[in-house]
């Protein structure tokens, strides 16, 4: 299996989105769009921009717990607290929904090129057909999943959306596919930095044993230009789960514990530590 946890430091940023744009641009018709991919953005030596993403919305309800709470409506409220939280302390804000719409994933990652994004997350609760599956998880982009429920997870998410991954798509659409590995590999080293303080952070708040980074092929992550990660909020098919997801107050401090994250990873970032 490669190691996909290891960065590509010297594939130059500049040149993958040149090639990125060139690729879709001649396969109009089988390439998914091209994101806007600012030439030379480089890892950010400050994080100030953070794109939210709450997954799902509109047609698209996501997981739906035992008692009908739909995902799409606990990752809103969720977005939009951390936004609020996040604002209050600085940093630029943009969520790739507002309310409950429609947005394809692609164009999600395109809505963090666009914002020049520091740091881009989506925001999920989990699904899984043993209802006792608990716990949050948190995931980086890789084009191998670390076990079999990371690859089911990343099933369920993209398939929500009606993508389907290929992870060894063949012919003309190989070329697409690992350019936009590409683009999220060069900062897989920062992305999995950010995922390793959500997790720590998540698990020491809710007491959720830690299963660690998870990485797995997340098409809402494939592309992004900044550190990228997606998080599961928990099990949304788990009863006792789905009732602290429904509470606000289980809400309001799941988006203090993220955003205390990201202020970790800003101060982080900022004073210069080792990356
Ligand atoms: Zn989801």
Redesign the pocket.
């Known amino acids: 299996m490669c190691d996909r946890s290891a960065p590509v430091r010297t594939v130059s940023r500049t040149l993958v989105a040149c090639l990125l744009a060139v690729a879709c641009a001649g396969r109009a018709s089988a390439a998914p769009a091209a994101p806007a991919a600012p030439e030379g953005h480089a890892a950010p030596a400050a994080v100030h921009r953070v794109v939210i993403d709450p ?2 919305g509109g047609a698209e309800d ?2 739906k717990g035992p008692a009908g709470l739909l ?1 799409k409506e606990v ?1 809103l409220d969720i977005s939009r607290r951390l936004a609020a939280l996040l604002r209050a302390d600085g940093f630029e804000v943009t969520l790739t929904r507002e309310g409950d719409d429609d947005r394809d994933l692609r164009a999600r990652t395109a809505t963090g090129n666009a914002q020049r994004a520091d740091l881009f997350i989506s925001v ?2 989990n699904a899984s057909r043993f209802k006792v599956a608990k716990g949050a998880e948190t995931y980086v982009l890789s084009r191998e999943a670390t076990d079999d429920a990371a690859r089911a997870t990343a099933a ?2 993209n398939d ?1 959306a009606n993508v389907k991954e290929t992870t060894a798509a063949s012919g003309d659409d190989e070329l697409p596919l690992i350019l936009w590995d590409l683009a999220q590999v060069q900062y897989l080293q920062e992305s999995t930095r950010l995922a390793g303080v959500i997790q720590s952070k998540l698990c020491a708040a809710f007491g959720f044993t830690d299963r660690g980074v998870r990485q797995a092929p997340f098409v809402v992550l494939r592309g992004a230009q900044c550190p990228a990660v997606l998080v ?1 909020l928990g099990f949304i098919t788990n009863p006792d789960e789905e009732k602290l997801l429904s509470n606000p107050d289980h809400r309001r401090r799941l988006a203090e514990v993220l955003a205390e994250a990201i202020r970790q990873f800003r101060s982080e970032v900022g004073s210069g530590a080792p990356r």
Do not use: P, Q
Request: hydrophobic share 35%.
């Open positions: 997954g799902h996501g997981a995902e990752t999920h609760a369920v998410e929500a599961e």
